[in-house]
């Protein structure tokens, strides 16, 4: 199976801007993002557009910086054996200068 994947900012600029919300990092920085990505199945010729919503926040445990990410995607267009709905969780070390 081949899958051919268009960059997420190229699909994004495409189909829609992405809607992007960030609060001051001076109180732990908060991030709210939409995006749309896409990938494209050639050989059987179906598209797979999830519709992503995240929020991140960064904070402090003990002496590490961490970023944390949650959110959910909806399948805009999927094969009919594919997902609906879906979840993401995303933990991210941060070492600032």
């Known amino acids: 199976m081949r899958i051919a994947h268009l960059p997420c900012l190229l699909a994004a600029f495409a189909l829609a801007p992405d809607a992007v919300a960030q609060e001051s990092a001076d ?16 050989n059987a010729g179906h ?17 590490q910086m961490l970023s944390f990410a949650g959110g959910a995607r909806y399948y805009l267009e999927t094969p009919g054996e ?6 993401r969780v995303i933990v991210t070390l941060l070492f600032p200068e």
Request: glycine share 16%.
């Open 27 to 42: 109180d732990g920085g908060r991030t709210l993002t939409a995006n749309l990505e896409s990938s494209y199945d050639w």
């Open 82 to 87: 594919g997902p609906d709905w879906g979840l």
């Open 47 to 63: 598209w797979n557009v999830p519709f992503n919503l995240m929020y991140s926040k960064v904070t402090r445990v003990g002496g």
